[in-house]
């Protein structure tokens, strides 16, 4: 089975590991390939990124995606605008209109965290139906958990139950993230697996959660940067 | 005098064990012993899943299995809370003032097979 994290930030963003560290430590634990997630800040830094990025693919035999992580509505309407131009859109959720906007979108891939630094679990049954239409799938977010405790970490792990249970019950693709910023935040497989168990999914759910459903996102990027793509359900025959 | 010992149960009464084959990984050059990381196992599960969910593991890390050079070793546990031993281990990324990480190498129903493998 090919395992797969979708959330991962490199220096180039919030995170302090470099590239080379994420990927090589990402390779150790027995990952195919991994997102390295950025902010719309600089360009330059992005294309940086790009050009480390292609050549530590070849070198260390790890699948790398480049992301972006849409912080509000203007950054993720300007990211709709040069779609073609990176693999994976992220939409950091926490702001309950911007979530909206994130699972009515199609060219949205994630939604992470919809919960986060909030007192509801920020996602009801109409965010739902509206994700699974447009194929948005939920991000579990690791490090969420890892860096809380206590009743903080009771909360957050509250909340997350709520939403894997209306997850599952309208079909919505769930996908677990370890979120790192670090290369020692980046968690082997099985614990993702195993937390997934137990935040309410099955097994063989949690298992998709890090294999099947990133590999359907891979899917569409490679189906998004075929040339004869134009939007969401349009292409030339 | 010698203790007397307890009759052993039938094995339809007794607990199915499951053994969880992990490596430590740290910085290099950083060697733990045992003591060291029992403790931080014990305290990472009681936080996270509390007395009474411990009690439910049976959670026992195996001094013999633990092997400092290679930073590998074998958890004990039942086969009901597999799940929950695995995900505590996630939590705990560091071992006094080193960062570590977790790899889970092996899930084995008996200790024989698990150790031939590793």
């Known amino acids: 089975m090919n395992f797969y994290d979708f959330h991962v930030h490199s220096e180039f963003s919030e995170g302090e590991s470099t590239i080379e560290e994420i990927a090589n430590r990402a390779k150790l634990l027995g990952y195919k390939g991994i997102c390295f997630t950025t902010y719309l800040d600089d360009k330059n830094k992005i294309k940086k990124t790009k050009e480390i990025v292609s050549k530590l693919s070849k070198q260390i035999g790890i699948e790398i995606f480049i992301g972006f992580e849409a912080r509000n509505m203007s950054e993720l309407d300007k990211l709709i605008r040069f779609r073609r131009e990176y693999d994976v859109l992220l939409v950091k959720g926490s702001d309950l209109l911007l979530n909206r906007k994130a699972v009515e979108t199609k060219e949205v891939d994630i939604l992470t965290h919809p919960e986060y630094n909030r007192r509801d679990s920020g996602f009801n049954h109409v965010m739902a139906q509206l994700a699974t239409e447009n194929n948005v799938a939920i991000e579990i977010n690791f490090r969420e958990i890892l860096n809380s405790s206590k009743n903080t970490r009771a909360n957050i792990m509250h909340k997350i139950k709520t939403n894997v249970e209306i997850c599952k019950k309208y079909k919505v693709p769930v996908i677990i993230c370890s979120g790192s910023v670090t290369h020692w935040q980046l968690k082997d497989p099985k614990i993702l697996i195993s937390m997934g168990c137990l935040l309410g999914l099955e097994l063989k759910e949690a298992k998709k959660t890090i294999s099947e459903i990133p590999e359907n996102i891979i899917k569409m990027i490679k189906e998004r940067q075929d040339e004869k793509w134009i939007r969401p359900g349009v292409k030339v025959v | ?118």
């Not at chain 2, 009464?13 to 012993?33: D, H, M, P, T």
């Open chain 2, 1 to 118: 005098m010698k203790q007397k010992k307890l009759k052993t149960l039938k094995p339809t009464l007794r607990e199915k064990e499951r053994y969880v084959a992990f490596q430590v990984i740290s910085e290099e050059g950083e060697e733990f012993n045992y003591s060291d990381l029992e403790a931080a196992i014990w305290n990472t599960m009681l936080d996270f899943l509390g007395e009474e969910g411990v009690s439910k593991t049976s959670v026992w890390l195996m001094k013999d299995c633990w092997d400092p050079k290679t930073q590998k070793g074998i958890l004990r546990c039942n086969n009901k809370s597999v799940q929950e031993v695995i995900a505590s281990l996630g939590l705990i990324d560091r071992l006094g003032d080193n960062r570590i990480t977790f790899k889970i190498l092996r899930l084995s129903g008996t200790i024989k097979s698990i150790r031939e493998k590793l």
